[in-house]
């Protein structure tokens, strides 16, 4: 078996070119999100979410992207899993997405809120009606006995909700990341990437910079 420090790969696809890129962080994602929807990545919208709490602990998981614009990069979450607590006293998060086979990072710096309760019944109800009654069955992030709980309350909701439609749970809803700092990432030969870093200002135009890889 090879050793794991000789793992290695040589990127070698694209470049990255302050000449060629968006002035606004978020048109600039959207250009590399067509690229990689055009792609056909499988679940492009796959990124790790990092939160942290008051004292510094970090976790990470991976999470689902649901929706982007001007206001920030949106998804879905129970409100009382570990992430939404640590939400709750620490508005403080990282989002990374990894595109592998475009060789491209990106990584966005922000505050996190949580978006209306509008937009999120909205989702809700758009959700396959098995997402809609897990949303209710797991208690996340809490220890359980085992499978057969869920199980049991899968049965129990759906049973519960099969003459009424559902609506959704309030300590379930969508979060949306309102950027600061945004990193493009593009991997090249002999790991001299490509790091092109996007700053807020003030007056909202972003301040584009070249990070050394």
């Avoid at 939400?87 to 475009?102: D, G, I, R, T």
């Avoid at 869920?150 to 759906?158: R, S």
């Avoid at 700092?181 to 910079?209: A, C, M, P």
């Amino acid at each position: 078996m090879d050793s794991i420090a000789e793992i290695r790969k040589e990127y070698m696809l694209k470049t990255l070119n302050e000449k060629d890129v968006e002035r606004n962080a978020i048109q600039q994602f959207g250009k590399w999100w067509q690229e990689a929807t055009s792609s056909k990545i499988d679940e492009v919208n796959a990124m790790t979410l990092a939160t942290a709490t008051p004292n510094g602990k970090p976790s990470a998981r991976i999470v689902l992207l649901k929706g982007y614009d001007e206001n920030g990069f949106v998804f879905f979450t129970n409100y009382q899993s570990n992430k939404g607590k640590e939400l709750q006293v620490n508005a403080q998060a990282c989002m990374v997405f990894f595109w592998k086979e475009l060789e491209r990072q990106i990584r966005l710096e922000g505050t996190i809120e949580k978006i209306s309760s509008e937009e999120s019944d909205a989702y809700f109800l758009s959700r396959p009606p098995g997402s809609q009654v897990g949303a209710w069955a797991s208690p996340q992030s809490t220890v359980i006995s085992g499978r057969e709980v869920l199980d049991a309350n899968v049965l129990k909701y759906t049973r519960q909700f099969e003459q009424n439609p559902l609506q959704r749970p309030k300590h379930w809803g969508g979060y949306r990341l309102k950027p600061q700092l945004v990193e493009f990432w593009q991997g090249r030969q002999s790991r001299l990437h490509d790091r092109l870093q996007y700053t807020i200002q003030e007056n909202k135009t972003w301040k584009i910079e070249r990070l050394a890889p």
